[in-house]
Protein backbone atom coordinates (compact mmCIF):
# COMPACT_ATOMS: atom_id res chain seq x y z
CA UNK A 1 0.00 0.00 0.00
CA UNK A 2 0.70 3.58 -0.44
CA UNK A 3 1.87 3.89 -3.79
CA UNK A 4 2.90 7.57 -5.04
CA UNK A 5 3.10 7.57 -9.06
CA UNK A 6 4.54 10.54 -10.62
CA UNK A 7 4.75 11.33 -14.51
CA UNK A 8 6.78 11.97 -16.40
CA UNK A 9 10.21 10.31 -15.14
CA UNK A 10 11.60 12.46 -17.65
CA UNK A 11 10.99 15.47 -19.33
CA UNK A 12 13.40 17.91 -21.56
CA UNK A 13 11.45 21.42 -22.89
CA UNK A 14 12.89 24.17 -24.64
CA UNK A 15 13.41 27.80 -21.92
CA UNK A 16 10.44 29.59 -22.08
CA UNK A 17 8.13 26.77 -22.18
CA UNK A 18 6.25 25.34 -19.09
CA UNK A 19 6.11 21.74 -18.20
CA UNK A 20 3.31 19.32 -16.02
CA UNK A 21 4.50 16.84 -13.74
CA UNK A 22 1.59 14.45 -12.06
CA UNK A 23 1.68 13.19 -8.95
CA UNK A 24 -1.05 10.14 -8.20
CA UNK A 25 -1.85 8.37 -5.23
CA UNK A 26 -2.70 5.33 -6.16
CA UNK A 27 -4.02 3.10 -3.28
CA UNK A 28 -4.92 5.60 -0.99
CA UNK A 29 -6.50 9.34 -0.49
CA UNK A 30 -4.15 12.08 0.06
CA UNK A 31 -5.50 15.82 1.20
CA UNK A 32 -1.96 16.94 1.15
CA UNK A 33 1.02 16.39 -1.11
CA UNK A 34 4.35 17.41 -1.01
CA UNK A 35 6.79 18.83 -3.33
CA UNK A 36 10.06 18.61 -3.25
CA UNK A 37 13.29 19.60 -5.09
CA UNK A 38 16.38 17.72 -5.50
CA UNK A 39 19.96 19.03 -6.39
CA UNK A 40 22.72 16.36 -7.36
CA UNK A 41 24.25 14.93 -4.39
CA UNK A 42 21.80 17.00 -1.86
CA UNK A 43 19.01 16.28 0.27
CA UNK A 44 16.05 16.90 -0.97
CA UNK A 45 14.37 20.96 -0.29
CA UNK A 46 10.47 21.26 0.29
CA UNK A 47 9.40 23.65 -1.84
CA UNK A 48 5.19 23.54 -1.25
CA UNK A 49 2.81 21.35 0.63
CA UNK A 50 -0.33 21.20 -1.89
CA UNK A 51 -3.53 20.80 -0.24
CA UNK A 52 -6.76 19.43 -1.95
CA UNK A 53 -9.25 21.79 -2.67
CA UNK A 54 -7.27 24.78 -1.24
CA UNK A 55 -4.40 26.88 -2.36
CA UNK A 56 -1.07 25.74 -1.58
CA UNK A 57 1.55 26.86 1.18
CA UNK A 58 4.70 27.85 -0.50
CA UNK A 59 8.44 27.71 1.10
CA UNK A 60 10.18 30.88 1.60
CA UNK A 61 12.79 31.74 -1.12
CA UNK A 62 10.07 29.31 -4.20
CA UNK A 63 8.58 31.72 -6.51
CA UNK A 64 4.71 30.63 -6.39
CA UNK A 65 4.22 32.00 -9.95
CA UNK A 66 6.49 30.40 -11.73
CA UNK A 67 6.01 26.57 -9.60
CA UNK A 68 2.16 26.53 -10.05
CA UNK A 69 0.51 23.53 -8.05
CA UNK A 70 -3.04 22.01 -8.27
CA UNK A 71 -4.30 20.22 -6.14
CA UNK A 72 -8.17 19.38 -7.57
CA UNK A 73 -8.63 15.68 -5.94
CA UNK A 74 -7.83 13.41 -3.30
CA UNK A 75 -5.40 11.61 -5.22
CA UNK A 76 -3.93 14.00 -7.90
CA UNK A 77 -1.37 16.95 -7.34
CA UNK A 78 0.24 18.91 -10.20
CA UNK A 79 3.34 21.02 -10.47
CA UNK A 80 3.77 23.00 -13.69
CA UNK A 81 7.04 24.81 -13.96
CA UNK A 82 6.46 28.07 -15.72
CA UNK A 83 8.20 29.63 -18.51
CA UNK A 84 11.23 27.39 -17.64
CA UNK A 85 14.78 28.41 -17.67
CA UNK A 86 17.88 25.95 -17.29
CA UNK A 87 18.38 27.23 -13.80
CA UNK A 88 15.19 25.06 -13.15
CA UNK A 89 16.80 21.72 -14.57
CA UNK A 90 16.22 19.55 -11.53
CA UNK A 91 14.91 16.66 -9.73
CA UNK A 92 11.32 17.31 -8.85
CA UNK A 93 9.70 14.48 -5.99
CA UNK A 94 6.38 14.49 -4.99
CA UNK A 95 5.17 12.17 -1.73
CA UNK A 96 2.18 12.41 0.35
CA UNK A 97 1.78 11.01 3.75
CA UNK A 98 0.72 7.36 3.84
CA UNK A 99 -3.65 6.55 4.43
CA UNK A 100 -5.44 5.93 7.96
CA UNK A 101 -7.63 8.22 9.86
CA UNK A 102 -4.45 9.03 11.48
CA UNK A 103 -2.48 10.15 8.83
CA UNK A 104 -0.95 12.73 10.43
CA UNK A 105 1.11 10.18 12.26
CA UNK A 106 2.39 8.51 8.60
CA UNK A 107 5.45 8.87 6.99
CA UNK A 108 5.54 10.24 4.03
CA UNK A 109 5.62 7.75 0.49
CA UNK A 110 7.52 9.50 -2.23
CA UNK A 111 6.92 9.00 -6.10
CA UNK A 112 9.76 8.26 -8.50
CA UNK A 113 10.83 11.91 -9.11
CA UNK A 114 11.25 13.84 -12.60
CA UNK A 115 13.93 15.07 -14.21
CA UNK A 116 13.73 18.15 -15.66
CA UNK A 117 16.71 19.14 -18.33
CA UNK A 118 15.61 23.08 -19.61
CA UNK A 119 17.51 23.76 -22.95
CA UNK B 1 22.41 24.58 13.70
CA UNK B 2 20.12 21.81 11.26
CA UNK B 3 17.15 20.38 12.70
CA UNK B 4 18.75 16.93 11.44
CA UNK B 5 22.12 16.61 10.93
CA UNK B 6 23.79 13.86 9.29
CA UNK B 7 27.41 12.83 7.68
CA UNK B 8 26.92 12.72 3.96
CA UNK B 9 30.06 10.04 3.63
CA UNK B 10 30.81 8.75 1.46
CA UNK B 11 30.98 5.43 3.25
CA UNK B 12 32.67 2.30 1.90
CA UNK B 13 32.26 -1.12 3.46
CA UNK B 14 33.22 -4.23 2.00
CA UNK B 15 30.42 -6.98 0.98
CA UNK B 16 28.67 -8.72 3.89
CA UNK B 17 30.21 -6.09 6.76
CA UNK B 18 27.74 -4.39 9.59
CA UNK B 19 26.83 -1.05 8.32
CA UNK B 20 25.81 1.83 11.08
CA UNK B 21 24.63 4.53 9.72
CA UNK B 22 23.92 7.38 12.32
CA UNK B 23 21.57 11.13 12.64
CA UNK B 24 21.49 13.69 15.44
CA UNK B 25 18.47 15.80 15.98
CA UNK B 26 17.84 19.09 17.69
CA UNK B 27 14.29 19.12 18.04
CA UNK B 28 13.29 17.09 21.50
CA UNK B 29 9.42 17.61 20.01
CA UNK B 30 10.50 14.89 17.18
CA UNK B 31 8.69 11.67 18.31
CA UNK B 32 8.59 10.05 14.48
CA UNK B 33 11.75 8.83 13.08
CA UNK B 34 12.27 7.33 9.69
CA UNK B 35 15.07 5.65 7.29
CA UNK B 36 14.72 6.48 3.84
CA UNK B 37 17.15 4.57 1.20
CA UNK B 38 17.71 6.50 -2.37
CA UNK B 39 18.63 5.05 -5.29
CA UNK B 40 20.46 7.05 -8.02
CA UNK B 41 17.71 8.98 -10.08
CA UNK B 42 14.76 7.32 -8.01
CA UNK B 43 12.38 8.74 -5.30
CA UNK B 44 13.05 7.40 -1.71
CA UNK B 45 11.72 4.32 -0.29
CA UNK B 46 10.92 3.78 3.53
CA UNK B 47 13.04 1.84 4.97
CA UNK B 48 11.95 1.90 8.67
CA UNK B 49 9.59 3.94 10.37
CA UNK B 50 9.68 4.12 14.30
CA UNK B 51 7.73 6.14 17.15
CA UNK B 52 10.18 7.67 20.41
CA UNK B 53 12.71 5.60 21.38
CA UNK B 54 13.81 2.42 20.65
CA UNK B 55 14.88 -0.76 18.46
CA UNK B 56 12.67 -1.59 15.39
CA UNK B 57 14.36 -4.64 13.21
CA UNK B 58 12.93 -5.39 9.75
CA UNK B 59 15.21 -8.57 8.31
CA UNK B 60 19.00 -7.31 7.96
CA UNK B 61 17.85 -4.12 8.83
CA UNK B 62 17.17 -2.44 12.56
CA UNK B 63 16.64 1.15 13.44
CA UNK B 64 17.29 2.60 16.75
CA UNK B 65 16.47 6.02 18.46
CA UNK B 66 17.70 6.97 21.46
CA UNK B 67 15.64 10.27 22.72
CA UNK B 68 17.95 10.91 25.77
CA UNK B 69 20.63 11.69 23.44
CA UNK B 70 18.59 12.53 20.34
CA UNK B 71 20.66 9.94 18.39
CA UNK B 72 19.36 8.21 15.29
CA UNK B 73 20.81 4.77 14.07
CA UNK B 74 20.42 2.66 11.31
CA UNK B 75 22.31 -0.79 11.09
CA UNK B 76 22.49 -3.14 7.76
CA UNK B 77 23.59 -6.24 8.64
CA UNK B 78 25.16 -8.77 6.04
CA UNK B 79 25.38 -5.91 3.27
CA UNK B 80 24.74 -6.38 -0.28
CA UNK B 81 26.00 -4.13 -3.35
CA UNK B 82 22.51 -3.64 -3.57
CA UNK B 83 22.71 -1.98 -0.81
CA UNK B 84 24.79 1.17 -2.33
CA UNK B 85 22.34 4.09 -2.03
CA UNK B 86 21.74 7.29 -0.18
CA UNK B 87 20.36 6.71 3.50
CA UNK B 88 18.01 9.52 4.94
CA UNK B 89 17.08 10.15 8.11
CA UNK B 90 14.05 11.71 8.63
CA UNK B 91 11.81 12.89 11.46
CA UNK B 92 8.82 15.12 12.53
CA UNK B 93 6.50 15.66 15.17
CA UNK B 94 3.07 14.67 13.99
CA UNK B 95 1.25 16.61 11.35
CA UNK B 96 3.73 19.20 10.56
CA UNK B 97 6.73 19.68 8.66
CA UNK B 98 8.77 16.33 7.96
CA UNK B 99 13.13 17.58 8.46
CA UNK B 100 15.18 15.68 6.47
CA UNK B 101 19.44 14.45 6.59
CA UNK B 102 21.84 15.57 4.41
CA UNK B 103 21.86 11.92 3.25
CA UNK B 104 24.77 9.58 3.88
CA UNK B 105 26.14 8.08 0.37
CA UNK B 106 26.57 4.13 1.44
CA UNK B 107 28.82 1.81 -1.18
CA UNK B 108 29.13 -1.73 -0.63
CA UNK B 109 31.66 -3.51 -2.39
CA UNK B 110 31.71 -6.95 -3.67
Keep these: G ?17 VKIECR ?21 LMATSNEGSKATYEQGVEKDKFLINHASLTLSTLTVTSAHPEDSSFYICSARGPGQTSYNSPLHFGNGTRLTVT | ?4 EQDPGPLSVPEGAIVSLNCTYSNSAFQY ?13 LLMYTYSSGNKEDGRFTAQVDKSSKYISLFIRDSQPSDSATYLCASHTGGFKTIFGAGTRLFVKA
Excluded: N
Aim: charged letters at 20%.
Design chain 2, 33 to 45: FMWYRQYSRKGPE
Design chain 2, 1 to 4: QKEV
Design chain 1, 2 to 18: AVVSQHPSRVICKSGTS
Design chain 1, 25 to 45: SLDFQATTMFWYRQFPKKSLM
